[in-house]
């Protein structure tokens, strides 16, 4: 599935509604360039579902919790240096868990992620790379490297 978003406002707009799919035990693995709108399509889907908290980057934390009417996890692993970081969060409680997995820059923990994920890449569109934003969504993890 490809969107096509022309505002931030989209962007965030398609991801509360696409969070109405999700189901506990789902994972996203995310990519896409600094800025390209990982983090806003995260707070879309924690509005989507039921999350009030204000949802930040977890960049320095690694994962940040989140109650909903599921619950959250939301990962920024930009700044790991070693993929073996992430089993000493408990990565794999997280995934087997009770709430919905997000995970900005995936690519950098590949090895470690479910073959069952949702990919989720964000790209700038070429004729509108401030404002514009295309959105691929693949329901069988693999980065879009088109
Ligand atoms: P990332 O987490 O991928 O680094 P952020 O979500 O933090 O990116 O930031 C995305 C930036 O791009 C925000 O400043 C946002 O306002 C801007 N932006 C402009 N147009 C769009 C769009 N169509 N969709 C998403 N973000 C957009
Ligand atoms: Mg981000």
New binding site residues.
Partial sequence: MIIH????E???AAAKSFAGRLKKGDVIC?Y????????????GIAEGLGVSEHVS?PTFTIVNEYEGRIPFYHF?VYRIADPEEMLEIGFDEYLFGEGVCLI?WAELVGELLPENCISVT?TRSENNP????DIIIKADGSEDTE
Avoid: C, H, V
């Fill in positions: 978003t022309n505002s931030p989209e962007t965030y995310m896409g360039d600094l800025g390209a709108g990982k983090t806003l399509f995260a707070q980057s920024d900005e964000i401030e404002a514009e934003r």
